[in-house]
């Protein structure tokens, strides 16, 4: 998942990006209104965390500016002052949560994660396919009761196909999805970690959970049909 940060502190912004990083999102991160602005009209996003008070453009003229351009991407405000005004004053401009400073990392990451299942529809934080669980809370994985041991971008790439199970997943999608904005697109590195996930996920099981659609991209499902 790939979460856009707009964020002038820049230590916090740090702090957070490496946390966010470190559980295997990928993120696009803005130090003032415009960049941020800039990035959230032309980066895809899963969750977009948003400073109110910001350089150059606020947070709030940010989050009508998107939703006026039909951007839909949850938004989570971040506000420095704990007034009802200002959450109200979010609320109403849609954004679908916030977050007051100084917060603990781990509420942020538990907010998140309650941002994506509300987006992807999913009110399990297990997600099940077949007899695959992804624990989205603690990141286990199990396959047959057996734990099953991921990187962080091998975990980001199936939690990616898991939230959107049953659905063609294009190599683009997953680009978009699970790097950032250095990423480059050209290498065969997705190839390399949908190969990686297969050989744990699926080797040695007669039932095969990631599937390739050709010319399309993949598919995680538990179900023939
Ligand atoms: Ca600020």
Known sequence: MRITLIEDEKQLANIVKKGLEE???????????????????????DVVILDIMLPLLDGISILSSMRKKG???????????DTITDKIKGLDSGADDYLTKPFKFGELLARIRALIRRKAD?????IRI???EINTTNREIKRGGKTI??????????????????????????????????FDANSNV??????????????????????TVRGAGYILKGSEE
Not at 122 to 126: A, F, H
Not at 205 to 211: A, C, E
């Open 122 to 126: 999913i009110k399990d934080t297990v």
């Open 190 to 211: 997705l190839d390399v970690y949908i190969n990686f996930l297969r050989n744990k996920i699926d080797k040695g099981f007669k039932k095969k959970l990631i599937h």
């Open 71 to 81: 951007i839909k991407t949850p938004v989570l405000l971040l506000t420095a002052r």
């Open 130 to 132: 077949g007899d695959l």
């Open 23 to 45: 559980e295997g999102y990928s993120v696009d991160a803005a130090h003032d209104g415009e960049e941020g602005l800039y990035m959230v009209e032309n980066y895809p996003s």
């Open 149 to 182: 041991q991921l990187s962080t971008k091998e975990y980001a790439m199936l939690q990616y196909m898991a939230y959107n199970k049953d659905k063609i997943v294009s190599r683009t999608d997953l680009i978009e999805h699970i790097y950032d904005e250095n």
